[in-house]
């Protein structure tokens, strides 16, 4: 019976001795755009402690002059993050930009309310924690 761990090199390893599946490897990794991963993540500073908010439970961000409002199931605190930075991590499939200074999670939009004129609110899914 062949040795399957010889075959198995054999037909990863080129006729000059480099590795097929390394190069392989390097090709696809140099066709990874920077900054093609989203967010998962978000650290924010409150006092003395660096909290770590996942991304997926932020209802929105607003721009608040030079800080932006993050707000989410727990609370909200503020970043240094301006919205423009944020939205070019942000994943366009959940988060969409609805006004110049509010970024949205679209996930958690339970529906639009209209209120007098032309404004409309959102209202938000309430979060079960598990």
């Given at each position: 019976?062949?040795?399957?761990?010889?075959t198995a090199k054999q037909s990863y390893t080129?006729?000059?001795?480099?590795?097929?599946?390394?190069?392989?490897?390097?090709?696809?990794?140099?066709?990874?755009?920077?900054?093609?991963?989203?967010?998962?993540?978000?650290?924010?500073?409150?006092?003395?402690?660096?909290?770590?908010?996942?991304?997926?439970?932020?209802?929105?961000?607003?721009?608040?002059?030079?800080?932006?409002?993050?707000?989410?199931?727990?609370?909200?605190?503020?970043?240094?993050?301006?919205?423009?930075?944020?939205?070019?991590?942000?994943?366009?499939?959940?988060?969409?930009?609805?006004?110049?200074?509010?970024?949205?999670?679209?996930?958690?939009?339970?529906?639009?309310?209209?209120?007098?004129?032309?404004?409309?609110?959102?209202?938000?899914?309430?979060?079960?924690?598990?």
């Amino acid at each position: 019976m062949p040795n399957l761990d010889a075959t198995a090199k054999q037909s990863y390893t080129e006729p000059d001795g480099s590795d097929k599946l390394s190069m392989i490897l390097r090709q696809l990794t140099a066709q990874i755009k920077p900054g093609a991963t989203h967010l998962q993540w978000r650290k924010a500073s409150v006092g003395q402690t660096v909290r770590l908010i996942p991304i997926g439970d932020v209802f929105y961000f607003q721009s608040d002059k030079k800080y932006t409002r993050v707000v989410f199931e727990d609370g909200e605190v503020l970043i240094r993050k301006p919205i423009t930075e944020l939205i070019e991590k942000l994943n366009p499939d959940h988060f969409w930009q609805i006004y110049r200074a509010t970024i949205v999670n679209i996930r958690l939009i339970a529906g639009v309310v209209r209120g007098l004129g032309v404004q409309e609110d959102l209202k938000f899914k309430a979060v079960l924690k598990p």
